[in-house]
């Protein structure tokens, strides 16, 4: 199992990014996935999810409404779409296959990507 990400970089607050994953070695449709992220000197935190099968959609309180992620089946991919980004949106954002957690927004995932770097900054 292997997984991608690809689409960070630096944006102005208020912009936005995209972020993708490519999940490879595993049935995707049936595969919980997420997206976590690591700030500048603090623990790793959930920031979305979206589950396997049915597809259920989960947020953390600080990126409700501003972030969507999705999933194309087609494409084994899943998507974050970050809108009106701030300076604490900054972090190392991760993509987690395979949710271990009994709840939505656990942390343990059998995989992850290796990280892709989102800078905010004006």
């Known amino acids: 199992v292997q997984l991608v990400e690809s689409g960070g970089g630096t944006a102005q607050p208020g912009d936005s990014l995209r972020l993708s994953c490519t999940l490879t070695g595993r049935s995707f449709t049936l595969t919980d996935m997420a997206w976590f992220r690591r700030a500048p000197g603090k623990d790793r935190a959930f920031v979305a999810t979206?589950?396997?099968?049915?597809?259920?959609?989960y947020y953390a309180d600080s990126v409700k409404g501003r972030f969507t992620i999705s999933a194309d089946n087609a494409k084994n991919a899943v998507y974050l779409q970050m809108k009106d980004l701030k300076p604490e949106d900054t972090a190392l954002y991760y993509c987690?296959?395979?949710?271990?957690?009994?709840?939505?927004?656990?942390?343990?995932?059998?995989?992850w990507g290796q990280g892709i770097q989102v800078t905010v900054s004006s």
């Open positions: 987690a296959a395979v949710r271990r957690s009994f709840a939505p927004t656990g942390p343990t995932y059998d995989y």
């Open positions: 979206i589950e396997g099968g049915t597809r259920d959609l």
